[in-house]
């Protein structure tokens, strides 16, 4: 019996223009997620933040929280749902990452990981808000 594979477009399959699109979109995505959260009343502190080769797509405080977003886009259809790109390697170091932020700016607040999701279609864009997406106890 055959293993059936699913092959996901990775960057490394892509075509330089297919790549420098594919980043060009994330970015927008990024834009679009921070206005849809700052709508809702967020307030966003850090667009990127980046140590080394790790990075944090928004940090945003909600009320008394300081939320870690992770935001992840796709222009296209697809097996996956663009959250379940956030793996448990990808979660792990987005954790490590936001105890550094803040102990750097000793921050007080409870810490939520949340992952905003936004699906580009012929109907325009879908976006998603996972609350509290994932947790540092589930580790």
Not at 114 to 138: C, F, P, Q, T, W
Request: charged residues 30%; hydrophobic residues 35%.
């Amino acid at each position: 019996m055959a293993l059936l594979k699913f092959h996901t477009p990775r960057s490394n399959n892509r075509t330089p223009v297919e790549r420098r699109e594919s980043l060009e979109f994330g970015k927008l995505g990024e834009q679009m997620a921070a206005r849809y959260l700052a709508d809702k009343g967020y307030i966003i502190l850090e667009h990127n933040y980046r140590r080394g080769h790790l990075e944090i797509d928004l940090i945003a405080l909600d009320g008394d929280e300081l939320v870690i977003v992770e935001v992840k886009s796709r222009a296209y259809d697809n097996i996956l749902q663009p959250e379940e790109a956030v793996d448990h390697k990808k979660r792990q170091a987005l954790i490590r990452l936001a105890n550094e932020y803040v102990k750097s700016y000793n921050r007080k607040e409870n810490v939520r990981f949340d992952i905003v999701s936004i699906v580009s279609n012929a109907n325009g864009n879908e976006i998603r808000h996972l609350k509290n997406a994932y947790n540092v106890m589930s580790f």
